[in-house]
């Protein structure tokens, strides 16, 4: 297990490093990341470089037998270089030039920013080749994470966009038809004529939109790109990784993560989804996104450890729940964790960003926190690496699905994460596992697939989820699918269009439901518990063609209509849910289409308030059972369980208490 921090020795004094060293290494660090905001401290002036500080940095952890990560200071160019190349700092949608003063304002496309990018990480490199406390490379920091997802309006932009458009298009007069310019007159004669999609009183082509975002992050995969391979050359045999954000979505993070050795991420529970929506489930929702990126295990290369904030102080880890956080990581195939970060800087935006110690450097709670985690995790994390996970369940997502709804709601109410969290919420209540995957993965393994909200479609996407269920596969699609097809062009046929047959159904009509706007359903198929409830957001209007009904409305115009379907199809079958209803009533449609398929639930019981995660290694089955409330929770225990925390053995029937922010890992063979 790769256990450590985020260090930055260039906000200290020379003197203390050693003291932080040693302090480290008696919480168990054996890694550190450093250096990735430190372009000006690295090279002073054009071509002044000095390693010097950061070679004594290394020198004295590896002495505590504590390894390096460098960071590529990319994400941080000093004053010297923008004061001279403008150039570099990205223009907003208003035209408007970014000042120096923050951080990650460069435009990917700048070809300026590009140079002095590959200097700096070359001469990294080659200082670091031989290195070998140095064992890996995180490139750049967060990208797409500050300021309007990392787009940029310049000049430079608007070329590179018109190429990107050329190689995709090749023609104009394909670009046109496949945008459908004639509608207000947009119809491109020259490829100078398509701008960016500036600041607008109105708003632009949803496809020229579209494309934007793809020809964004497209320019910070090949940003990365241009750093990987002088990394690969100079240093083949370290790893290469970035740190990605979670639930962001700038970025196509499937294909940022290709060519990379795994993906770490930066996890900060108490950041976003505070106060109400504090939501430990998002965060697993975080973990198993990014699992998915390259379907593989990840490390957490920012895990809070202390209160965040910039200008105001976010809430405070209560005691034990950096510990919690932690074993959440790891339950969903973290095998690296460093907090962010070792000591809270005195000085700069993230004064209030704290670290494990804080501006005093004396050891503090959550240091003892972490030293405890350390020493655990010491003695059990042989058993903790390379976990793997059922492969019974699917969520499917891709970023083009999610900036088409970024463009288009389609309803004021409608959030596309949120909507996917709602059907992942239930599966985590139920202790099903789950793998969110791209909609690029190989499905057939699984057994369940749900697939919410699949706005754009294609043929090969529509091929396999054909296949899937021909072969007796259950999937799950909901409302808003099938509407567009990949550049985000509506379909001349019945909705949801390629996937009606497959489906059974038509969408004859639709009603989008305003904010305040509630409507009713109920659930009427043999099989399921006949339920009523609400439903909101959307409703379509639906005939089926061969599908039965599972609901219908009961409120409304379109009352008695259906409103849920199953369609028989090969050797499995196809559910849409034409509309957003009550969590009671999508449980209820989830555990039938479960118990359909026959997937077993991690942990039979429910331990209300306890999240079960189930990862297997070797034969063995560890449970994990971690305390998110703020209260002691009692868990029955279906037969004997070794408990690797505790260092104890449970009973059949006997009951096992879990107190407020506890951990608790069972083993069962
Ligand atoms: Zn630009």
């Known amino acids: 297990m790769n256990f450590g921090c985020d260090y930055y020795p260039e906000h200290w004094p020379e003197e203390r490093w050693e003291k932080d060293g040693q302090m480290m290494a008696e919480a168990g660090f054996n890694i550190v990341r450093m250096a990735e905001f430190a372009w000006v401290k690295l090279e002073r002036g054009k071509g002044q470089f000095n390693f010097s500080w950061l070679d004594k940095a290394i020198e004295i952890l590896a002495r505590k037998k504590i390894k390096t990560v460098l960071g590529t200071p990319t994400a941080t160019p000093p004053a010297w270089l923008a004061a001279s190349h403008p150039d570099i700092l990205r223009v907003n949608k208003e035209g408007i030039r970014t000042s120096f003063g923050g951080r990650r304002a460069c435009c990917p496309n700048s070809s300026t920013y590009r140079t002095y990018s590959e200097k700096i990480v070359s001469k990294m490199a080659e200082h670091y080749k031989d290195n070998e406390n140095v064992i890996g490379w995180q490139i750049d920091n967060e990208f797409g994470g500050d300021g309007e997802k990392g787009l940029c309006y310049c000049q430079e932009c608007a070329k590179n966009f018109r190429q990107w458009l050329q190689d995709k298009y090749k023609t104009l007069q394909k670009l046109n038809q496949e945008w459908g310019t004639v509608f207000w007159s947009q119809t491109y004669t020259e490829w100078e004529e398509i701008p960016l999609p500036r600041q607008l009183e109105t708003a632009h082509n949803p496809s020229l939109l579209l494309d934007y975002r793809r020809f964004i992050s497209d320019s910070y995969i090949s940003y990365q790109k241009l750093q990987i391979d002088i990394l690969r050359k100079i240093c083949p045999h370290k790893f290469i990784t970035h ?11 499937y294909k940022l993560a290709q060519p990379l050795d795994f993906i770490t991420w930066d996890n900060y529970p108490n950041l976003r989804f505070t106060g109400e929506n504090k939501s ?6 975080s973990h198993d996104v990014m699992r998915g990126l390259k379907e593989k295990n990840f490390w957490v290369m920012e895990q809070q450890s202390g209160p965040t904030g910039w200008q105001c102080v976010d809430p405070n880890p209560y005691p034990g729940e950096i510990r919690l956080w932690t074993y959440q ?5 973290a095998e690296g964790i460093l907090y962010f970060r070792w000591r809270t800087s005195r000085f700069g935006t993230e004064q209030f960003w704290a670290g494990i110690l804080d501006q005093c450097g004396i050891a503090t709670r959550r240091y003892e926190e972490v030293k405890k985690i350390g020493q655990e995790l010491m003695r059990i994390k042989d058993k903790l690496i390379g976990l793997e996970f059922p492969k019974e369940v699917a969520m499917l997502t891709s970023y083009d699905e999610q900036w088409a709804f970024d463009i288009q709601p389609n309803n004021p109410k409608f959030n596309y994460q949120e909507h996917f969290t709602s059907y992942y919420q239930i599966l985590n209540t139920l202790n099903i596992p789950v793998d969110v995957v791209s909609i690029q993965a190989d499905i057939s393994k699984y057994k369940l697939l749900i697939a919410p909200a699949l706005f754009l479609i294609n043929d090969g996407l529509v091929d396999n989820l054909k296949e899937f269920v021909k072969k ?4 799950i699609v909901t409302f808003r699918s099938g509407i567009k097809n990949w550049n985000n062009i509506v379909f001349d046929e019945p909705l949801p269009a390629k996937l009606n047959g497959l489906l059974g159904i038509e969408v ?23 339920l009523q409830g609400e439903c909101d957001t959307w409703c379509d209007i639906i005939k089926c063609r061969g599908a039965e009904i599972i609901g219908r409305y009961t409120q409304s115009y379109y009352k008695d209509e259906a409103c849920v379907t199953i369609n028989r199809f090969g050797q499995g079958c196809a559910i849409y849910i034409g509309t957003n209803p009550s969590p009671e009533i999508k449980g209820s449609i989830l555990r039938w289409a479960i118990e359909k398929s026959r997937i077993k639930s991690s942990f039979q019981a429910d331990p209300a308030n306890i999240e ?6 070797e034969d063995k089955d560890y449970l994990f059972f971690l305390n998110h409330s703020d209260k002691y929770h009692q868990v029955k225990l279906d037969r004997i369980y070794q408990e690797l925390l505790e260092k104890r053995e449970y009973f059949k029937d006997s009951l ?3 107190e407020p922010k506890g951990v608790r890992i069972l083993c069962r063979t």
Do not use: W
Request: hydrophobic share 45%; net charge positive; charged share 20%.
């Open 508 to 530: 004859v009509e639709y009603d989008s439901l305003s904010s305040m706007q509630k409507c009713k359903l109920k659930l009427i198929h043999p099989e399921i518990k006949p």
């Open 280 to 285: 430990p489930v998002k965060v697993s929702l």
């Open 243 to 253: 740190n990605f954000m979670g639930l962001f979505n700038a970025i196509d993070y």
């Open 472 to 475: 007796g596969g259950i999937l």
């Open 656 to 658: 096992m208490t879990i």
């Open 612 to 617: 079960v995660i189930l990862g297997r290694k």
């Open 329 to 333: 990581a790891i339950a969903h195939g």
